[in-house]
């Protein structure tokens, strides 16, 4: 019944009417709601959504791309790899498929896996 979680209702609904090609996705809360912490204009708040949804790579998720999805998660293998070797390895031991994790990871935009400061550094290098 808040005023915050109103805004981000009517902006979900009215990214539903902009995209009905899209619609609403599951995870769309998860983005529409840190931007709707930090944007309290709600005309600005659903131009910043529906440009983040339609122009990165959020889209492919949203849109469930049977292409893009398999080469993103192996870009992230191969980041994995390169940046940490280690856990690379171990989820190769563990035979942990990125797919298993990845997906919800980003369609989500990392909001329900990491804590609040860590996922606002990743979206402010986003």
């Given amino acids: 019944g808040s005023a915050l979680r109103t805004k ?3 902006c979900l609904e009215i990214f539903a009417i902009y995209r009905p090609d899209l619609g609403y996705v599951q995870g769309m809360s998860f983005i529409a709601g ?3 912490v930090y944007i309290p204009n709600e005309y600005d708040l659903f131009r ?3 440009n983040l949804l ?3 790579h ?3 998720y949203f849109q469930m791309n049977q292409i893009l999805l398999p080469k993103y998660s192996h870009l992230f293998d191969y980041c994995l790899k390169a940046c940490c070797p280690k856990v ?3 989820k190769r031991e563990l035979q942990l498929p990125t797919d298993v994790f990845f997906f919800q990871w980003m369609q989500c935009g990392f ?3 990491l804590p609040m400061g860590i996922t606002s550094l990743i979206w402010d290098s986003f």
């Fill in 54 to 56: 339609v122009s990165h």
């Fill in 8 to 10: 981000l209702q009517q």
């Fill in 111 to 113: 909001l329900n896996v």
């Fill in 58 to 60: 959020f889209f492919a």
């Fill in 34 to 36: 840190l931007l709707a």
């Fill in 48 to 50: 910043s959504l529906a």
């Fill in 88 to 90: 690379a390895q171990h």
